[in-house]
């Protein structure tokens, strides 16, 4: 999808939720292709959940724009959050989505030294994602 196609599927979807007060922030492909070297493809939807770790990922999402040249703004999941949610998915899928490694990686080394170590080792442990934190960071070609 190129970058004003997914900038047309988001638009109505943000404006609606907007309209009708519903809170949102947008994370998986999206999110990651911000922060990261991969590129938008699809637009994931995911409900609130009540757990610890999601409301304090909602309560740290950012707002900022998706392209140069357009100044909507959109509720993005912050980079950390990016990262442990895609390593949740990895391991909810067996170890073999090869998109959600890619992004992680692409996220880590385009992010580096401006992510929060602290906060991604402590939901990492929490989340029981440590080990796959670990390995991204390292195949990454960072020092932890």
Do not use: C
């Not at 740290?60 to 392209?67: E, H, I, M, P, V």
């Not at 080990?131 to 390292?138: F, I, N, P, S, V």
């Amino acid at each position: 999808m190129k970058e004003p196609d997914i900038l047309a599927a988001l638009k109505p979807v943000v404006k609606a939720f907007t309209e009708v007060g519903v809170a949102y922030q947008i994370g998986g492909s999206v999110a990651s292709s911000a922060y990261g070297s991969a590129s938008m493809h699809k637009v994931d939807v995911f409900v609130l959940k009540e757990r610890p770790y999601d409301l304090q990922a909602f309560e740290r999402a950012r707002t900022d724009t998706l392209a140069e040249d357009d100044p909507t703004p959109f509720r993005l999941a912050s980079p950390e959050d990016v990262i442990l949610n895609k390593l949740e998915w990895y391991r909810k899928g067996d170890h073999v989505s090869d998109r959600q490694w890619t992004d992680v990686l692409g996220v880590i080394k385009v992010q580096g030294s401006a992510l929060d170590l602290g906060y991604l080792r402590s939901w990492a442990s929490e989340l029981g994602v440590s080990d796959l934190l670990k390995e991204a960071w390292t195949q990454a070609g960072l020092r932890a």
